[in-house]
């Protein structure tokens, strides 16, 4: 792994642990709720990744990825206040986790010599199943069977980067771009009021 793959690997952690605080706050649990909870968003989805690609999961064998995790929750708990009233701090550290892990998933996969549409796949668990376990113990819809641009976003994003990579240009540069497009996709969903359709018409 690149010192830039492993600053996106703990940076993710990092905001995740806080972005999973916070939904615990929301949902006024008490602290050792809101640790369990940062703990699953930040690490669950790369948990399953490493699964389904049969290989160590990665926080069992790293007690600095459990101490990233644990020190965003800690950071979460300590300044909760302060981040509850600003009213898009969860969705900014929820987009750069997203942007961080999809790309991070990718490069994994292709690291393991998976297909490209397999390592994809393999981003976007990585980038939003910890999401979805959080929502799921927090009982809330997960975000990205909402309307949301969300999971979008990280496909497309996704897919740039998988372009980049299959014409040749693998570097850090283009690990960077891959990031920012999926962040800048899901700041314009949200800026102009982007949605998916639903399956069925809202009465």
């Not at 969300?150 to 693998?170: D, E, M, P």
């Not at 850090?172 to 771009?177: A, D, P, R």
Request: aromatic share 14%; net charge neutral.
């Amino acid at each position: 792994m690149t010192i830039l793959l492993s600053i996106f690997e703990y940076l993710g952690i990092f905001v995740f642990a806080i972005s999973g605080l916070l939904t615990a706050s929301e949902k006024r649990l008490d602290y050792f709720g809101g640790m369990v909870i940062a703990f699953f968003t930040a690490l669950g989805g790369g948990t399953i990744r490493d699964l389904l690609l049969n290989t160590e999961v990665r926080w069992m064998e790293s007690s600095s990825l459990i101490f990233t995790a644990l020190s965003g929750a800690v950071i979460g708990i300590i300044f909760k206040q302060q981040l509850i009233h600003l009213k898009r701090t969860f969705f900014i550290f929820d987009t750069i986790g997203l942007g961080l892990f999809t790309i991070l998933g990718i490069q994994k996969g292709l690291e393991f010599q998976q297909i490209p549409v397999t390592s994809l796949f393999l981003g976007l668990i990585s980038a939003t199943f910890g999401g979805v376990i959080r929502d799921v113990l927090c009982n809330e819809i997960p975000l990205i069977f909402r309307k949301e641009i969300y999971a979008t976003a990280g496909i497309v994003g996704g897919l740039c980067y998988l372009g980049f990579f299959l014409v040749g240009w693998n570097n850090e540069f283009t690990l960077i771009l891959g990031v920012l497009i999926i962040i800048l996709i899901r700041f314009l969903s949200v800026m102009f009021g982007w949605k998916m359709p639903l399956l069925s018409k809202e009465n």
